[in-house]
């Protein structure tokens, strides 16, 4: 993906959205946002799509074993969470006080 146009995604860090596709499909389960990839497209949800990792012991890690721990998904496969309204929510942009806020389009309240 190129330097020259950041792309500008619905979700970012810290929110809580829903998956709406996926084996981890859920959408009345609100989950949080851990990080966000935005090179590859990808978002890193809590408690979504777990992957087991077998790992040898090292010297950092003298116990090895497995290890679960979450794997990215695609951003288009998941949903702000409208809390007002207690289900999922596309956003908006608009513009208060001069700067460009994110409005639900359900509810009409500004998404933090």
Wanted: hydrophobic share 30%; aromatic share 4%.
């Amino acid at each position: 993906m190129s330097n020259r146009f950041k792309p500008k995604f619905h979700v970012k860090k810290g929110d809580t959205v829903v998956v709406i596709t996926g084996d981890d499909k859920d959408v009345k389960k609100p989950r949080k946002v851990l990080e966000i990839y935005p090179d590859k497209e990808r978002v890193l949800i809590e408690g979504v799509n777990i992957v087991t990792r077998h790992t040898k012991p090292s010297a950092r890690d003298t116990k090895g074993g497995i290890v679960k721990k979450e794997a990215p998904i695609h951003i288009s496969n998941v949903m702000l969470w409208d809390a007002k309204k207690g289900e999922a929510t596309k956003a908006k942009r608009t513009r208060e006080d001069g700067k460009l806020v994110r409005v639900s389009k359900k509810s009409g309240e500004v998404i933090k």
